[in-house]
C-alpha cells in the first residue's frame, strides 16, 4: 500500500501527515464545564489508543472547562466550536492545539480572516471539517460529494491568502460509497492531511461495521493521517479501541497487543470465550510500544501451529494449556494458571523488547 505523502503538521506534540504514522482521534461526551470527569474521559482514551481529542465547545462555560483541561490532559486537543467565531478566538488565545470549523456553520468571514491570523501567531492548527448533515444553504442543492468539496474549497482560500498550512482536512457522509469517493477527491485536490471517519454511523455492532468497511477501504488506498470511529457509545473508550484495530487490522498500527483466537467449536477444550474476554481486559491496562501478536487457540488442530507462528500463544488440552513463546512450547499448566502466567508473558516482554527479537 503507498501511502500519499502531505504536508505535515504538529497538533501539539503530535506530527499528523508527511510521513508520521496514522493517529488516532477519539471525541469527549461530557461537557467540558465538568473538568474532572471530561479528564477522566481523555484519560480512558488514551488509554485505549487515542492520539488526540476532540471537545465540544458550545459556550463560555465549555471553554474555561477547555483552558483548564488544557493544563493537565495527557492528548493534545481540538476545540470544536460552531456558530460563535468569538469562542474560538477566545480557544486560540488560551493556547488550544487545533480548532475545527465546519463550512457549515461558520457565517462571517471577516471573522475567519480574523481567527486565522491569531492561529497563524499561536501556531495553532486549523481542521476544516465539512460534513453532510450541515452544508452551507448555498450549496445545498449539488449532490452531496460535490457540495463537501466545494464547502472546503471556499473555505481554504483565505487562510491560503495568508499563507497559513497548518489545516487538516475532512468531509464526512453518514453513507460509505459517498465518504470514500470524497476522500479520494480530496487527496487529489489537496496535499493537506486528511482526518478520515464515517460520521454518525450508529451504535454498536452496525457502527463498527460501516467505520471498518469505510476506513479500511480509504486506508488502503493510502489516504488518511488521523481517524477517528464515531459511534453511539457513552464513552471515548469503543470507539478508540475500535480505531486502533481498524490500523493494526490494514498494518498501519506497529504498537499495541493484537489478541486473535479461534471461533470455538465442538472440539474445543475449555472455556475459550471466557478466557479471550478475561485477557483483552487484562490487557488493557498493559500498553506495548511496539506490536505483540498474542493467540489464544482452543484445541489441537490449528492451535498449536497459530500459536507458534504469534509473539505469545496458548493452546487449549484437554484440561491443559500449552504456553508458546516465540514458536516455543516453554510451558504446560492447567488452563486455571494459565491467565496470570500469560500475563506475566506479556509484562516480560513488554518491559524486554529482547525477549521479543
Given at each position: 500500500?503507498?501511502?500519499?505523502?502531505?504536508?505535515?503538521?504538529?497538533?501539539g506534540s503530535l506530527a499528523i501527515g508527511g510521513r508520521s504514522s496514522v493517529s488516532v482521534e477519539s471525541m469527549g461526551r461530557v461537557y467540558p464545564g465538568r473538568v474532572d470527569e471530561c479528564l477522566n474521559e481523555i484519560c480512558a482514551?488514551?488509554?485505549?489508543?487515542?492520539?488526540?481529542?476532540?471537545?465540544?465547545?458550545?459556550?463560555?462555560?465549555?471553554?474555561?472547562?477547555?483552558?483548564?483541561?488544557?493544563?493537565?490532559?495527557?492528548?493534545?486537543?481540538?476545540?470544536?466550536?460552531?456558530?460563535?467565531?468569538?469562542?474560538?478566538?477566545?480557544?486560540?488565545?488560551?493556547?488550544?492545539?487545533?480548532?475545527?470549523?465546519?463550512?457549515?456553520?461558520?457565517?462571517?468571514?471577516?471573522?475567519?480572516?480574523?481567527?486565522?491570523?491569531?492561529?497563524?501567531?499561536?501556531?495553532?492548527?486549523?481542521?476544516?471539517?465539512?460534513?453532510?448533515?450541515?452544508?452551507?444553504?448555498?450549496?445545498q442543492k449539488k449532490g452531496r460529494v460535490e457540495a463537501l468539496l466545494d464547502s472546503i474549497i471556499e473555505m481554504i482560500e483565505i487562510p491560503q491568502k495568508n499563507d497559513f498550512h497548518r489545516i487538516i482536512l475532512s468531509a464526512k457522509?453518514?453513507?460509505?460509497?459517498?465518504?470514500?469517493?470524497?476522500?479520494?477527491?480530496?487527496?487529489?485536490?489537496?496535499?493537506?492531511?486528511?482526518?478520515?471517519?464515517?460520521?454518525?454511523?450508529?451504535?454498536?455492532?452496525?457502527?463498527?461495521?460501516?467505520?471498518t468497511i469505510a476506513l479500511s477501504t480509504i486506508l488502503q488506498k493510502g489516504i488518511g493521517n488521523n481517524i477517528r470511529v464515531s459511534l453511539t457509545s457513552p464513552n471515548p473508550v469503543l470507539e478508540s479501541q475500535v480505531a486502533v484495530?481498524?490500523?493494526?487490522?490494514?498494518?498501519?498500527?506497529?504498537?499495541?497487543?493484537?489478541?486473535?483466537?479461534?471461533?470455538?467449536?465442538?472440539?474445543?477444550?475449555?472455556?475459550?470465550?471466557?478466557?479471550?474476554?478475561?485477557?483483552?481486559?487484562?490487557?488493557?491496562?498493559?500498553?506495548?510500544?511496539?506490536?505483540?501478536?498474542?493467540?489464544?487457540?482452543?484445541?489441537?488442530?490449528?492451535?498449536?501451529?497459530?500459536?507458534?507462528?504469534?509473539?505469545?500463544?496458548?493452546?487449549?488440552?484437554?484440561?491443559?494449556?500449552?504456553?508458546?513463546?516465540?514458536?516455543?512450547?516453554?510451558?504446560?499448566?492447567?488452563?486455571?494458571?494459565?491467565?496470570?502466567?500469560?500475563?506475566?508473558?506479556?509484562?516480560?516482554?513488554?518491559?524486554?523488547?529482547?525477549?521479543?527479537?
Open positions: 500500500m503507498k501511502r500519499e505523502k502531505t504536508f505535515q503538521v504538529f497538533l482514551a488514551a488509554a485505549a489508543g487515542s492520539d488526540c481529542f476532540r471537545i465540544a465547545v458550545p459556550d463560555e462555560g465549555a471553554l474555561s472547562g477547555i483552558i483548564q483541561l488544557k493544563k493537565h490532559s495527557p492528548l493534545p486537543l481540538v476545540a470544536d466550536i460552531h456558530f460563535s467565531p468569538i469562542i474560538a478566538l477566545k480557544a486560540v488565545e488560551a493556547g488550544i492545539d487545533g480548532i475545527r470549523v465546519n463550512p457549515g456553520t461558520w457565517k462571517n468571514r471577516l471573522q475567519y480572516q480574523q481567527l486565522i491570523e491569531r492561529m497563524k501567531a499561536r501556531n495553532g492548527v486549523l481542521r476544516l471539517g465539512a460534513n453532510t448533515g450541515s452544508l452551507p444553504s448555498h450549496l457522509s453518514t453513507d460509505i460509497n459517498e465518504t470514500i469517493e470524497i476522500y479520494e477527491r480530496l487527496a487529489d485536490a489537496f496535499s493537506y492531511p486528511l482526518h478520515v471517519g464515517l460520521t454518525e454511523a450508529g451504535e454498536g455492532f452496525e457502527g463498527i461495521i460501516k467505520s484495530q481498524i490500523l493494526q487490522g490494514v498494518g498501519l498500527r506497529q504498537k499495541g497487543i493484537e489478541v486473535i483466537s479461534c471461533p470455538t467449536c465442538a472440539r474445543t477444550r475449555g472455556d475459550v470465550v471466557s478466557f479471550v474476554r478475561e485477557i483483552k481486559e487484562a490487557v488493557q491496562m498493559i500498553s506495548s510500544p511496539f506490536p505483540i501478536k498474542l493467540a489464544i487457540m482452543g484445541c489441537e488442530v490449528n492451535g498449536p501451529g497459530e500459536a507458534k507462528e504469534a509473539d505469545l500463544g496458548l493452546a487449549f488440552g484437554k484440561s491443559t494449556a500449552l504456553l508458546f513463546v516465540q514458536g516455543k512450547v516453554v510451558k504446560t499448566m492447567h488452563q486455571q494458571d494459565a491467565l496470570s502466567e500469560l500475563v506475566k508473558q506479556l509484562q516480560l516482554m513488554v518491559s524486554n523488547p529482547m525477549v521479543k527479537k
